[in-house]
């Protein structure tokens, strides 16, 4: 059965409600995230419910893990915005289900080892990079910039790595080099016996590639069938896996209009939605 993943939601329910019905139609049943639950945006109980209930595992996002401890080097709006979910999971009236929520959050972990095809293909999950977990981006700038960040990085990659973190989806290889999923056949990026690879799956509640729909993929293991993409193209999946990325519109308005209806969320978390920025 393949497998969902996302990332980075930040408590923007319109966005996730999307995306877990997209995924039911598709008839995928495991679902697992890479953190960043909450922070930024307007319903984080409701997505850290909604988490609970649909995956498998997630997480601990920089922003998951500045809410339950300390929003440490964080912008002004970012750690504003964790003052004040912590204060809406403080508001939670029913006594177990707010000891529910924050006992799912303590319960997060920080790095998590799948694998593909009976064990073949070994798949280590983080919300940042392998080196530092919860909170080191991997630029695709870094191609070009910071060759030896990558080099190093991938060194704790023993053949595939998913990661979120940046928001950016797309997969970097130990060339090293970078693809954007336009760049991709059908959006798919098969695996191969030849080069390790960290995909980065994008953002659910916070694109910011300068496409505002939000971001998931889809992980196939050795002779899944792969489904047909928004293009209308069915990706031909290789004989080790590959993974397909997937984007979807929602209801982008009602996002901003909650977030500008909270004081303490500034109103640049709901306009930067439109341009996936």
Not at 3 to 15: G, K, P, Q, W
Not at 59 to 69: A, E, K, R, T, W
Not at 132 to 142: A, L, M, S
Not at 182 to 192: I, K, P, Q, R, V
Request: net charge negative; with cysteine.
């Amino acid at each position: 059965m393949p497998t969902a993943v996302v990332s980075d939601i930040h408590a923007n329910l319109e966005a996730l409600q999307t995306v877990l019905a997209d995924i039911k139609s598709r008839g995928i049943t495991r679902v697992v995230c890479l953190g960043d639950i909450i922070g930024y945006g307007p319903d984080p109980l409701a997505c850290v419910d909604l988490v609970k209930q649909h995956c498998e595992w997630s997480l601990m996002g920089n922003h998951d893990f500045g809410v339950l401890y300390e929003p440490t080097n964080f912008n002004p709006g970012a750690e504003s915005a964790a003052f004040w979910t912590r204060e809406a999971f403080d508001a939670e009236p029913n006594e177990a289900r707010r000891r529910e929520r924050y006992e799912f959050l303590g319960r997060l972990r920080v790095r998590i080892v799948d694998s593909l095809g009976n064990g073949r293909v070994p798949v280590l999950n983080v919300h940042g990079s392998p080196r530092r977990p919860i909170n080191e981006y991997i630029f695709p700038d870094d191609v070009q910039t910071a060759p030896d960040k990558l080099s190093t990085i991938f060194e704790r990659v023993q053949r595939v790595c998913f990661v979120g973190h940046t928001h950016v989806p797309g997969v970097f290889t130990d060339e090293p080099d970078f693809y954007p999923p336009g760049e991709l056949t059908a959006s798919t990026y098969n695996f191969s016996d030849s080069e390790k690879a960290i995909i980065n799956v994008g953002s659910v509640g916070q694109p910011r590639d300068f496409d505002p729909r939000a971001s998931y993929v889809i992980v196939y293991a050795p002779g899944e069938q792969g489904q047909p993409g928004a293009s209308g193209e069915t990706p031909n999946i290789g004989p080790i896996g590959g993974v397909q990325f997937i984007r979807l519109p929602y209801d982008v308005e009602s996002t901003a209009r909650k977030i500008k209806a909270i004081p303490q969320l500034s109103d640049w978390l709901g306009d930067r939605l439109f341009e996936g920025r």
